[in-house]
């Protein structure tokens, strides 16, 4: 091998020197200075969305389409690629920005080599002189015959950093894989209903978890179990449920009970909540500030572009006294646009659109910017919220999300609340997201396509912004003379402890106008076989119920009107009697929601599911699907075929 390197080397030492000519290297070096100095000079640090800089000197030597005035022979080739890597790279000064040293053009490097006598001034409109390059790079330099305006043209199609590339050129986005951040979730256990009678939980209107599964499923790729939080895929349907006829008592509370699909043996206890609707004269005015993330994470399609369009969407839909701000964050924070009137939505809208990514994540001052600025235009008659749209890689300042917690539960007490929506995978920090948003006082949705952003911001903005109902938690009661064992279906960063129930300091969820929520238990009748607990030997002495007994149990909803201190309650037995004798027979509404229920176990391992299968699960979503208006139920039929054969891993980006 070393013979071989040998003789190369001999071939190119032995090879005449061709000399350029002078007047065409000396206009392409000055045109190509011009132009750094025009494009780069003034760029901001930070990530920037050109090719790197490898793509660029490969654009260089073969893109030949595109590099008009460059001349190579072929018989100069091998020679002639370090001359033009030396004169992109150095004059530009690219190469030291890639090695983070510094570059003053005319200055020799390297150790070797010494300048003889410093360049001349070049005459005005006159050619500036080569500047001098490292020994190491000169003496393995062949000459070139450069076109006048060959690097200059190159210089004209590499934007500087924070501008657009030409659409002839590959966009080159950030792309992560793998880092996507969700909490460890450890599935409801069954519970014997003489040892522990009382369920408590609060209530959840977040819908993220299934959006998330949705985009994972789409890319023919499973989700990690702890991505699926199944109350959250049960709430992202509107249900059809009863609702209230009255304002005074904000939701009303529709039970059924029928045969377990998955279990004849089991029953399923259905709780539906459907909050009062307001008309749009009752809608009281917003107060919104815009918090977004243009950390360098962000450039990707599915994050700032869909981030920018969703937005825009949330302001065609606000009212001209309505109010938005708009704050930003990357290596630091910064207000872009002070409180502005909807009305106005030209000057918001362009704010939207001048938005770029790059740079690092300083999350948590972003949100203390954001409420100072929430607090600023506060309306003591209007919602004051905070709608923070990321992908949660917090990586800069605080980023501990206990921490964030803290600072979030005590500025809900000024009644501003916040909402997140989130984007992208690969890096998404779901775990982030869920403790801002259930500590905040609002919800949490994932973007994962522009129709879930209409979905979100659009077709259920009433119930997203208008709260009618607060802290609202949910206190099930089982009879032990007619259920032996229960679990509650998801829920489980929703739990509370029994006494909570009747404390008004406990913060729990909230409804808003219209929306619907919908709890289910799995529980086991008293004389069925399919306990999973045997009963005690030495166990105390069973005493019949002294009221009840034609009761599974008994449900109690508790919760405060906005702005008030103090909770109200209401509560509805559950009737042995009143129980669906087959799954058919059951509610439509209820059934798909058993559906959901089951694809969601199916997901997280199916501990309870039994034998239960994809395809029982689209037969019976199939059969209560309903109406359907905007497609989702028949969307979900369609991502459970996906699930059947999606890959447990994703393939590894090359």
Do not use: C
Request: net charge negative; no cysteine; glycine share 8%.
């Amino acid at each position: 091998m070393t013979d071989e390197l040998d003789h190369i080397k001999a071939r190119f030492r032995a090879e005449t020197a061709i000399e350029p000519d002078a007047a065409a290297k000396a206009a392409g070096i000055a045109a190509a200075m011009a132009h750094y100095d025009e494009n780069f000079s003034k760029a901001s640090q930070g990530k920037a969305s050109g090719p790197r800089l490898i793509e660029r000197v490969r654009g260089v030597l073969f893109g030949s389409s595109k590099m008009h005035g460059l001349k190579l022979s072929h018989g100069l080739m091998a020679g002639a690629s370090l001359a033009v890597i030396s004169l992109v790279a150095i004059n530009s000064g690219l190469l030291h920005e890639v090695q983070n040293i510094p570059f003053t053009p005319g200055v020799d490097q390297d150790e070797e080599a010494k300048l003889a006598s410093p360049a001349p001034e070049p005459a005005k409109k006159e050619a500036a002189p080569l500047p001098s390059m490292p020994s190491t790079v000169v003496a393995r330099q062949k000459a070139v015959e450069f076109d006048a305006g060959a690097i200059s043209g190159y210089l004209e199609k590499t934007p500087a950093p924070g501008l657009a590339l030409p659409a002839d050129q590959p966009q080159v986005h950030y792309q992560d894989q793998g880092r996507d951040k969700f909490s460890d979730i450890e599935t409801n256990p069954v519970k014997i209903a003489r040892d522990e009678p009382v369920s408590t939980f609060s209530i959840d209107v977040d819908t993220s978890s299934y959006s998330f599964v949705r985009a994972e499923l789409n890319q023919n790729v499973l989700p990690q179990k702890d991505a699926v939080r199944v109350e959250e895929m049960i709430n992202y349907f509107p249900y059809d449920y009863a609702g209230p006829v009255d304002k005074a008592v904000p939701f009303k509370t529709n039970v059924s009970v029928f045969p377990s699909p998955w279990n004849p043996d089991t029953k399923l206890m259905h709780v539906g909540i459907k909050g009062f609707a307001l008309n749009g004269q009752e809608k009281p005015k917003s107060n919104l500030v815009f918090l977004i993330d243009t950390s360098g994470s962000m450039d990707s399609p599915d994050k700032l572009p869909l981030l920018r369009n969703a937005m825009t969407m949330l302001v065609e839909t606000l009212g001209p006294e309505d109010t938005v701000s708009i704050v930003t964050y990357a290596g630091s924070a910064g207000t872009v646009l002070e409180p502005t009137k909807a009305k106005d939505k030209a000057k918001i809208i362009g704010a939207l659109d001048r938005l770029m990514a790059g740079g690092s994540t300083a999350g948590a001052e972003g949100i203390r910017q954001a409420y100072q600025l929430a607090e600023q235009s506060f309306d003591k008659t209007g919602i004051n919220r905070v709608i923070l749209a990321t992908d949660g890689d917090f990586n800069v300042g605080i980023t501990d999300p206990e921490e964030l917690k803290s600072f979030v539960e005590r500025k809900r007490e000024t009644g501003v609340t916040l909402s997140v929506l989130g984007f992208g995978r690969g890096n998404y920090n779901d775990e982030m997201m869920q403790t801002l948003a259930q500590n905040g006082n609002g919800n949490a949705a994932y973007i994962d396509t522009i129709n879930e952003a209409r979905k979100v911001l659009v077709d259920e903005v009433s119930s997203t912004l208008f709260t009618i109902a607060q802290d609202v938690k949910i206190q099930v009661e089982f009879n032990p003379d007619t259920v032996s064992e229960y679990r509650l279906i998801g829920y489980e960063t929703r739990m509370l402890k029994r006494e909570d129930f009747n404390n008004d300091k406990v913060d729990a969820g909230d409804i808003g106008s219209g929306h619907t929520v919908t709890a289910i238990y799995e529980i086991t009748p008293r004389d069925s076989k399919a306990k999973l607990n045997d009963d005690l030997r030495y166990g105390a002495s069973e005493t019949p119920a002294k009221a009840g007994a034609d009761e599974y149990g008994f449900v109690k909803i508790r919760y405060k009107l906005p702005g008030e201190k103090d909770s109200k309650l209401i509560s509805e037995p559950v009737k042995v009697s009143a129980a669906s004798a087959t799954v058919d027979a059951a509610p439509q509404e209820a059934r798909f929601s058993a559906a959901v229920a089951a694809f969601g176990q199916l997901l997280r391992g199916g501990q309870y599911t039994r034998s239960y299968s994809y395809d029982d699960v689209i037969a019976l979503a199939q059969a209560a699907k309903g109406t359907d208006a905007f497609g989702y139920r028949a969307e979900f039929i369609n991502l459970m075929r996906l699930a059947k054969t999606a890959q447990g891993l994703e393939p590894l980006k090359q």
